[in-house]
């Protein structure tokens, strides 16, 4: 089942997780897609050879040093390799039908920002993008007339779920969360958990970034802030249950207390499919579901006092302003010490907490009007939370498993 005509792609975060299993897709349907450009942060190895391998014009690394390293892995082949912030900016504006934004963390806005502004359909997978500069990005989509296509599993489960309803007039909206690896823990024993046990999720195989949030559950509430800004729709009528099972994704409750859901098995590559062929339908290889097989769908309330990060998320989204800005910028820090074996896992919500704190205080939580304010604050609490980590390190108030 190809599609009518073949649709061009450029590949922001062609090495990740969600770089490749699009990648995957493409390779299913080659008559249907072409990846006209591939961007990567650091992986001049992974890039080079993806590049070569789907026929890409362009490859572009963030790390400027790395473009010897890029060149000479590309040397022999029609890809032109270019490096450095200007570059992937390049390959974001590579003329396509759809870019698919699937950088990690903020360093998609820019970007991501650039190929909207340009008036190009956008995946976007990069949910940092619109908890960073959500305001910004959706005053630009509706100037350019744009797309953005929901990538993001919920999101794309609510699209599909509404079945073409305007989001504004319904009820509810319910993303679903898995829980993570610390669903049943509890908080004494979430106190002591190790970068191992946190990177270790039930039912996705991600990055390592989204894998700890998911562990934090920050990923639901960076999702609802998503979610808010693609649906226009405000935090009192946003909802999180928790799903184990990760076959629901999505709910939408209607007024007449109807309610839709979308279900498949918990494989990215399903959302994939439906975004890039949108407003058709791929045949996939996506594991199908038996529901007869899983048997038993359960669901329950988020517990906000053992997973402090989702409750910052929700008042960082009732504020608003520039908050979730703050949050996020703080909580990329606090996931990266984590990972770096610098701070133990609780830390991660506090260290978001006290830049969510010294924000209200400063008074930098005003709406960004541009994406340029949006990242000023995102460098300033980086910086911040940067500065408190070492403080708290060299005081001894830190602790590390
Ligand atoms: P990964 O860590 O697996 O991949 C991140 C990608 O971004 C890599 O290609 C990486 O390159 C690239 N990258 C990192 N920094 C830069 C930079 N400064 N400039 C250009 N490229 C950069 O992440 P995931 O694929 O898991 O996630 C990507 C995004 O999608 C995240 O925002 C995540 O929240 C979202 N998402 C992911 C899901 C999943 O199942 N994985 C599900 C839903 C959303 P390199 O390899 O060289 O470091
Ligand atoms: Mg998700």
Same mark, same amino acid.
């Given at each position: 089942?190809?599609?009518?005509?073949?649709?061009?792609?450029?590949?922001?975060?062609?090495?990740?997780?969600?770089?490749?299993?699009?990648?995957?897709?493409?390779?299913?349907?080659?008559?249907?897609?072409?990846?006209?450009?591939?961007?990567?942060?650091?992986?001049?190895?992974? /890039?080079?050879?993806?590049?070569?391998?789907?026929?890409?014009?362009?490859?572009?690394?963030?790390?400027?040093? /790395?473009?010897?390293?890029?060149?000479?892995?590309?040397?022999?082949?029609?890809?032109?390799?270019?490096?450095?912030?200007?570059?992937?900016?390049?390959?974001?504006?590579?003329?396509?039908?759809?870019?698919?934004?699937?950088?990690?963390?903020?360093?998609?806005?820019?970007?991501?920002?650039?190929?909207?502004?340009?008036?190009?359909?956008?995946?976007?997978?990069?949910?940092?993008?619109?908890?960073?500069?959500?305001?910004?990005?959706?005053?630009?989509?509706?100037?350019?007339? =744009?797309?953005?296509?929901?990538?993001?599993?919920?999101?794309?489960? /609510?699209?599909?779920?509404?079945?073409?309803?305007?989001?504004?007039?319904?009820?509810?909206?319910?993303?679903?969360?898995?829980?993570?690896?610390? +669903?049943?823990?509890?908080?004494?024993?979430?106190?002591?958990?190790? +970068?191992?046990?946190?990177?270790?999720?039930?039912?996705?195989?991600?990055?390592?970034?989204?894998?700890?949030?998911?562990?934090?559950?920050?990923?639901?509430?960076?999702?609802?802030?998503?979610?808010?800004?693609?649906?226009?729709?405000?935090?009192?009528?946003?909802?999180?249950?928790?799903?184990?099972?990760?076959?629901?994704?999505?709910?939408?409750?209607?007024?007449?207390?109807?309610?839709?859901?979308?279900?498949?098995?918990?494989?990215?590559?399903?959302?994939?499919?439906?975004?890039?062929?949108?407003?058709?339908?791929?045949?996939?290889?996506?594991?199908?579901?038996?529901?007869?097989?899983?048997?038993?769908?359960?669901?329950?309330?988020?517990?906000?006092?053992?997973?402090?990060?989702?409750?910052? =998320?929700?008042?960082?989204?009732?504020?608003?302003? =520039?908050?979730?800005?703050?949050? $996020?910028?703080? $909580?990329?820090?606090?996931? =990266?010490?984590?990972?770096?074996?610098?701070?133990?896992?609780?830390?991660?919500?506090?260290?978001?907490?006290?830049?969510?704190? +010294?924000?209200?205080?400063?008074?930098?939580? +005003?709406?960004?009007?541009?994406?340029?304010?949006?990242?000023?604050?995102?460098?300033?609490?980086?910086?911040?939370?940067?500065?408190? /980590?070492?403080?708290?390190?060299?005081?001894?108030?830190?602790?590390?498993?």
């Amino acid at each position: 089942m190809a599609l009518n005509t073949q649709r061009k792609l450029v590949l922001l975060g062609a090495t990740g997780s969600i770089g490749r299993s699009t990648i995957d897709i493409v390779e299913q349907a080659p008559q249907s897609f072409s990846i006209e450009a591939v961007a990567g942060g650091r992986d001049v190895d992974a /890039l080079a050879e993806l590049a070569i391998r789907v026929g890409a014009r362009f490859a572009a690394i963030r790390d400027e040093k /790395l473009y010897g390293a890029l060149k000479s892995a590309l040397s022999g082949s029609k890809v032109e390799p270019a490096a450095g912030a200007k570059a992937v900016v390049e390959a974001a504006l590579h003329p396509a039908d759809i870019v698919v934004g699937a950088i990690s963390g903020a360093a998609g806005v820019e970007p991501t920002y650039a190929a909207l502004a340009e008036g190009r359909t956008i995946a976007l997978a990069n949910k940092e993008c619109l908890v960073c500069a959500g305001g910004p990005f959706m005053r630009k989509v509706a100037e350019m007339k =744009a797309t953005i296509l929901p990538l993001d599993s919920e999101h794309d489960a /609510l699209w599909q779920a509404l079945g073409g309803a305007d989001a504004k007039s319904v009820e509810k909206l319910i993303i679903t969360a898995s829980g993570g690896p610390f +669903r049943t823990w509890s908080a004494a024993q979430i106190a002591a958990a190790t +970068r191992e046990q946190a990177l270790r999720h039930p039912n996705w195989s991600m990055g390592q970034k989204i894998t700890i949030d998911s562990a934090s559950m920050m990923n639901k509430g960076l999702e609802l802030i998503e979610a808010h800004h693609l649906f226009g729709v405000p935090a009192d009528r946003l909802d999180v249950l928790v799903h184990p099972q990760s076959i629901v994704h999505g709910l939408v409750a209607f007024a007449d207390g109807s309610v839709t859901a979308s279900l498949y098995s918990p494989d990215m590559r399903v959302p994939i499919a439906h975004c890039l062929a949108w407003p058709d339908r791929l045949k996939t290889n996506a594991r199908r579901l038996d529901l007869a097989e899983i048997a038993t769908l359960t669901f329950e309330k988020p517990d906000l006092a053992r997973f402090p990060a989702l409750g910052l =998320a929700m008042d960082a989204l009732r504020q608003g302003g =520039a908050m979730p800005t703050v949050l $996020n910028a703080a $909580n990329e820090i606090a996931v =990266a010490a984590f990972l770096a074996g610098e701070v133990a896992f609780p830390e991660i919500a506090r260290i978001v907490g006290e830049a969510c704190e +010294r924000a209200a205080r400063d008074n930098l939580a +005003r709406e960004p009007a541009s994406i340029e304010e949006a990242l000023a604050v995102d460098h300033i609490v980086r910086e911040s939370s940067r500065t408190s /980590l070492a403080l708290k390190a060299r005081s001894g108030m830190v602790t590390v498993q």
